[in-house]
T-cell receptor, first 110, second 113 residues
Framework: KNEVEQSPQNLTAQEGEFITINCSYSVGISALHWLQQHPGGGIVSLFMLSSGKKKHGRLIATINIQEKHSSLHITASHPRDSAVYICAVRSSGTGNQFYFGTGTSLTVIP | KAGVTQTPRYLIKTRGQQVTLSCSPISGHRSVSWYQQTPGQGLQFLFEYFSETQRNKGNFPGRFSGRQFSNSRSEMNVSTLELGDSALYLC????????????FGPGTRLTVT
């Protein structure tokens, strides 16, 4: 049983396209994180959300706590956005564990 | 401000040996978390330390242990290495363990032969 489900697993887009990655979770959470991982392993935290919506440049993240769902949007996609995007949640129950989605591999073609 | 550093970056060990990995957090950050990443299981949470105390723990066997020092630097140890322990081990630091943005280190690539 996966506490965090992401879709799609793989995504190929043309440069300039609007991209959406979805994340659903099954546990109570104190926060949800969107992470970006480039080839070679380095991980960068893009957003931390506990409610509502956040925007950073061309990236927008939203969360619906009642529906246990979050989306990451990339507007005007660019080849440098090609990476794996990972959704992670910190559970609010006993243990405060982190659970991770399996990631969405995004390729943006020029 | 210097980022999170991890040493060593690459390591090759033999099954049955033990290994210690080190993580130095961003200055001022008091929380350090450790993660294992494998192609099969993806990212998995190992444990989290704050002010030298383990605050949270994932579902890993007791062979995996860690500690945090007074300067917030952290080490994790894996004893009796198994082939399945081959992975990228990542640490991340944050100011507080109660829900704060995490800053990841570059990881230590461990290969067990």
């Amino acid at each position: 049983k996966n506490e965090v489900e992401q879709s799609p697993q793989n995504l190929t887009a043309q440069e300039g396209e609007f991209i959406t990655i979805n994340c659903s979770y099954s546990v109570g959470i104190s926060a949800l994180h969107w992470l970006q991982q480039h080839p070679g392993g380095g991980i960068v935290s893009l957003f931390m959300l506990s409610s509502g919506k956040k925007k950073h440049g061309r990236l927008i993240a939203t969360i619906n706590i009642q529906e246990k769902h979050s989306s990451l949007h990339i507007t005007a996609s660019h080849p440098r956005d090609s990476a794996v995007y990972i959704c992670a949640v910190r559970s609010s129950g006993t243990g405060n564990q982190f659970y991770f989605g399996t990631g969405t591999s995004l390729t943006v073609i020029p | 401000k210097a980022g999170v550093t991890q040493t060593p970056r690459y390591l090759i060990k033999t099954r049955g040996q033990q290994v210690t990995l080190s993580c130095s957090p961003i200055s001022g950050h008091r929380s350090v978390s450790w993660y294992q990443q494998t192609p099969g299981q993806g990212l998995q949470f190992l444990f989290e330390y704050f002010s030298e105390t383990q605050r949270n723990k994932g579902n890993f066997p007791g062979r995996f242990s860690g500690r945090q020092f007074s300067n917030s630097r952290s080490e994790m140890n894996v004893s009796t290495l198994e082939l399945g322990d081959s992975a990228l081990y990542l640490c991340a630091s944050s100011r507080d363990y109660r829900g704060d943005e995490q800053y990841f280190g570059p990881g230590t690539r461990l290969t067990v032969t």
